[in-house]
């Protein structure tokens, strides 16, 4: 979590002006953020609300770019967050369900 409140706190003269598109980057961090917790917690309910926990802390880390130099808030930085998020917490259910198939196999 420290790592992404750098990432999105960077002042935006030390990013990369050109490559993968900015979206496309929030996505893929909020989806690495919520799968973690989803997959690492013994419970469901446990393990699917940390995960959707990290919608929150992303709009939290967006109000704060509001004083990053060069950075901005953008509604729809929050919403490639959110589908990040959403899609981590549905590969996390999947990889678990998958763990748990797999441990009855060997069983």
Do not use: C
């Not at 609300?49 to 967006?62: A, K, N, Q, Y």
Request: no cysteine; hydrophobic share 55%.
């Amino acid at each position: 979590m420290v790592l992404a409140a750098v990432a999105m706190w960077i002042p935006s003269r030390y990013l990369p002006q050109e490559g993968i598109s900015d979206k496309l980057m929030h996505g893929i961090i909020f989806t690495l953020l919520a799968v973690l917790p989803t997959v690492s917690q013994p419970t469901w309910p446990l393990s699917v609300g940390l995960g959707l926990s990290m919608i929150p802390f992303s709009i939290v880390l967006e109000i704060g770019q509001l004083w990053v130099p060069g950075r901005s808030f953008e509604v729809l930085d929050i919403q490639a967050n959110t589908l990040g998020v959403l899609s981590g917490v549905l590969a996390g259910m999947v990889m678990r369900l998958i763990q748990r198939w797999m441990a009855g196999r060997s069983s």
